[in-house]
């Protein structure tokens, strides 16, 4: 059997990120609580408002409950800041090897989605600042708000699957450079499932958690889809 739809992430597997993600949550925190890189790292790709939770909640301890008041707040600080990031920074631009690899897989047959931590407002300014709602590139596009749960449940990729009209998830590759992303392909019983080491984890993060490959970047990837490898081949 070989691979019908390829799911990605967006920040720092196809879109180049430049820990901008990272800088405006630890930005919208800063009010109201200080946070490392690593631990806003430590729930990236899950869905921001869930994210946000969990981090205040870090600080307030054990029992501490983040007001949904006090969560929306920050999350609306968080959004207006990537916003004006994906309108107006310099930089913005597909990572590495992305538009080649959509290319081939495009040209092989193989739907594409994108899937995100992001809410529908984020997801669409970085489609429109790259011009990827165009030309028919991408087969659909996931938001975390349009789903019940969003990673690391299976929902993101179920939608997508819908979406594209694949039913059988073995025929899926869920593509990502978080644990959570991996983690999704994993609930959602994806054939492959593959981490991106040059994005916001190393290797050694991601080899922490179920894959099925993990590759320095999506130069790799068409050979594992279009080669239809064995899922045992290779286990990073």
């Known amino acids: 059997m070989s691979i019908e739809l390829v799911i990605f992430d967006m ?9 901008a993600v990272n800088l405006c949550l630890r930005e919208a925190l800063a009010q109201h609580i200080a946070v490392t890189r690593d631990e806003v790292n430590s ?36 959004l207006s800041r990537m916003l004006h990031h994906y309108h107006s920074a310099p930089g ?50 996931v938001a975390s708000d349009e789903v019940a749960r969003g990673r690391p449940h299976a929902d993101l990729a179920l939608k997508a699957m819908e979406l594209t009209g694949v039913k059988n998830p073995k025929l899926v590759a869920k593509v990502g450079d978080t644990p959570s992303d991996l983690q999704e392909g994993t609930a959602a019983g994806c054939g492959l499932v593959i981490g991106v080491t040059n994005g916001s984890h190393t290797r050694d993060q991601l080899a922490a958690h179920p894959h099925t490959h993990l590759i320095a970047s999506l130069q790799e990837l068409p050979a594992l889809v279009l080669g239809n490898l064995s899922l045992a081949a290779h286990r990073g």
């Open 11 to 19: 920040a720092g597997t196809t879109v180049r990120d430049d820990d």
């Open 43 to 78: 729930v990236m790709g899950l869905p921001k408002p869930i994210a946000i939770r969990l981090l205040l909640e870090r600080e307030l301890g054990a029992g501490g409950a983040a007001s949904p008041d006090l969560v929306q707040a920050v999350h609306e600080g968080f």
């Open 92 to 141: 913005i631009e597909p990572m590495p090897h992305t538009l080649e690899t959509f290319g081939q897989l495009k040209e092989a047959g193989v739907r594409l989605a994108l899937d995100t931590g992001f809410s529908r407002p984020i997801v669409n300014a970085i489609l429109e600042r790259l011009g990827w709602n165009q030309g028919g590139l991408l087969d659909a596009t």
